[in-house]
């Protein structure tokens, strides 16, 4: 992993209050080809929109990939099958569980590799990337409409860190294309079987003249930023963000601060956090309050016994579903991205982070997560803690040991 010493603009984008229309901007602005990568893409509220921006620039003419994870983003409805192959929009799912099986495909090891990274590349000039899924803000695929936003972040960039994202983003899709295309969804075949129940018919479309790229990095942008693309995969990149943090633990003299929706850090990270806070480090952690998934919920758990007893603070975000995955370390050191700090992301998933290097970022991102604790977090009391009920230490126990074993099945230790 090298620094890129080039110049490249960076914004920090929180929420998808902020992420959908600076992404929707670059889509309607785009000249040729459109890249996007997701875990999940859900067709509520932005999601729609967000959807209906891919297809009008393949309607105006460009290339537009869409790849989500067979997992995280179920099937295509008819409708929305019509669109797309109507545009001329590919789309192609990554590791789509066996047909028939559903949930029970997951008992298959190999089909816990998920793609959990979101990355959209615009023109190889644009890229986005962060925790940020095509979901809308006030929606939850589980739990309906929420009442507050989800707290996430994603940055943009112009410059080399673009083209990087492009060619990694073009890799996997030809990958996919080569390694999957027996379970590819072909949305012609699709689009077939829908007319033969009996639906509409396939409608012309003028093409639009494409816009001039403007600046979809606005003025508040960080300018002649260094920073790198870190992605984890299962061939050359294993341990790539976990060493991206271990090397910034290690280094950090002041403060180290994490927003991280799903944690369960492994031994090293466990230890680098502890070994930090003995040294004079204030460690502050801003971690998932609301109940989503018993596994994530309850195996973090055991955790917090040991980061509490070294000294580290721990606070639980209570407004909304926690979902960012991001760290400031000395205000000057910063990540935004898609992983979490659990062994899913840091052992088995694809997952893409972007490393800065710059004290006016990380300030940016420093700031936000301050206001996040002090107004919509709960700090953890170390001896309140320690005497929590019994069952809800055999639950965490219990998930904690779970998650080991699925880990161990796949050959991981963690």
Same mark, same amino acid.
């Given at each position: 992993?090298?620094?890129?010493?080039?110049?490249?603009?960076?914004?920090?984008?929180?929420?998808?209050?902020?992420?959908?229309?600076?992404?929707?901007?670059?889509?309607?602005?785009?000249?040729?080809?459109?890249?996007?990568?997701?875990?999940?893409?859900?067709?509520?509220?932005?999601?729609?929109?967000?959807?209906?921006?891919?297809?009008?620039?393949?309607? !105006?003419?460009?290339?537009?990939?869409?790849?989500?994870?067979?997992?995280?983003?179920?099937?295509?409805?008819?409708?929305?099958?019509?669109?797309?192959?109507?545009?001329?929009?590919?789309?192609?799912?990554?590791?789509?569980?066996?047909?028939?099986?559903?949930?029970?495909?997951?008992?298959?090891?190999?089909?816990?590799?998920?793609?959990?990274?979101?990355?959209?590349?615009?023109?190889?000039?644009?890229?986005?990337?962060?925790?940020?899924?095509?979901?809308?803000?006030?929606?939850?695929?589980?739990?309906?409409?929420?009442?507050?936003?989800?707290?996430?972040?994603?940055?943009?960039?112009?410059?080399?860190?673009?083209?990087?994202?492009?060619?990694?983003?073009?890799?996997?899709?030809?990958?996919?294309?080569?390694?999957?295309?027996?379970?590819?969804?072909?949305?012609?075949?699709?689009?077939?079987?829908?007319?033969?129940?009996?639906?509409?018919? !396939?409608?012309?479309?003028?093409?639009?003249?494409?816009?001039?790229?403007?600046?979809?990095?606005?003025?508040?942008?960080?300018?002649?930023?260094?920073?790198?693309?870190?992605?984890?995969?299962?061939?050359?990149?294993?341990?790539?963000?976990?060493?991206?943090?271990?090397?910034?633990?290690?280094?950090?003299?002041?403060?180290?601060?994490?927003?991280?929706?799903?944690?369960?850090?492994?031994?090293?990270?466990?230890?680098?956090?502890?070994?930090?806070?003995?040294?004079?480090?204030?460690?502050?952690?801003?971690?998932?309050?609301?109940?989503?998934?018993?596994?994530?919920?309850?195996?973090?758990?055991?955790?917090?016994?040991?980061?509490?007893?070294?000294?580290?603070?721990?606070?639980?975000?209570?407004?909304?579903?926690?979902?960012?995955?991001?760290?400031?370390?000395? !205000?000057?050191?910063?990540?935004?991205?898609?992983?979490?700090?659990?062994?899913?992301?840091?052992?088995?998933?694809?997952?893409?982070?972007?490393?800065?290097?710059?004290?006016?970022?990380?300030?940016?991102?420093?700031?936000?997560?301050?206001?996040?604790?002090?107004?919509?977090?709960?700090?953890?009391?170390?001896?309140?803690?320690?005497? !929590?009920?019994?069952?809800?230490?055999?639950?965490?126990?219990?998930?904690?040991?779970?998650?080991?074993?699925?880990?161990?099945?796949?050959?991981?230790?963690?």
């Amino acid at each position: 992993m090298t620094l890129i010493q080039k110049s490249q603009d960076l914004v920090l984008l929180q929420g998808g209050q902020a992420y959908f229309p600076a992404l929707i901007q670059a889509i309607d602005e785009a000249l040729n080809w459109v890249q996007l990568e997701t875990y999940i893409f859900d067709m509520h509220g932005m999601g729609a929109n967000v959807a209906d921006a891919l297809i009008r620039a393949a309607h !105006r003419g460009l290339t537009v990939q869409v790849l989500v994870d067979g997992i995280g983003s179920g099937h295509l409805n008819p409708e929305w099958q019509q669109k797309m192959h109507d545009a001329g929009v590919q789309w192609c799912v990554y590791s789509p569980l066996a047909a028939g099986l559903g949930a029970l495909g997951l008992l298959m090891p190999d089909r816990w590799r998920r793609l959990h990274r979101k990355l959209c590349v615009i023109d190889q000039r644009v890229v986005f990337c962060g925790g940020i899924n095509i979901l809308d803000d006030l929606y939850d695929p589980n739990h309906g409409d929420l009442k507050s936003p989800r707290f996430d972040f994603a940055v943009a960039a112009t410059g080399p860190l673009a083209v990087e994202a492009a060619e990694a983003v073009a890799l996997l899709w030809w990958r996919v294309q080569a390694g999957y295309s027996a379970r590819k969804i072909h949305l012609s075949a699709a689009w077939d079987k829908f007319k033969a129940a009996g639906y509409g018919g !396939r409608t012309s479309s003028a093409r639009l003249k494409p816009a001039v790229l403007s600046a979809v990095v606005p003025a508040m942008a960080t300018p002649g930023v260094k920073a790198v693309l870190v992605l984890r995969d299962n061939l050359r990149n294993r341990n790539s963000i976990e060493k991206s943090y271990l090397k910034a633990i290690g280094r950090a003299h002041d403060e180290i601060l994490i927003a991280n929706a799903y944690f369960l850090p492994g031994g090293k990270l466990r230890r680098a956090l502890v070994t930090a806070a003995r040294r004079g480090v204030k460690v502050t952690l801003l971690l998932q309050g609301k109940y989503e998934y018993f596994m994530q919920y309850h195996a973090a758990r055991p955790v917090y016994s040991t980061l509490l007893s070294a000294g580290i603070e721990i606070h639980e975000y209570e407004a909304s579903f926690l979902h960012a995955k991001v760290a400031v370390i000395d !205000r000057h050191w910063a990540t935004v991205g898609s992983s979490n700090l659990d062994p899913l992301s840091l052992l088995l998933a694809r997952e893409a982070n972007v490393v800065v290097e710059d004290k006016v970022f990380a300030g940016q991102l420093h700031d936000q997560l301050l206001e996040a604790i002090a107004n919509r977090g709960r700090q953890i009391d170390a001896a309140a803690y320690g005497k !929590r009920p019994f069952g809800q230490r055999i639950l965490g126990h219990m998930a904690h040991a779970l998650m080991r074993f699925g880990i161990w099945i796949v050959g991981k230790r963690y």
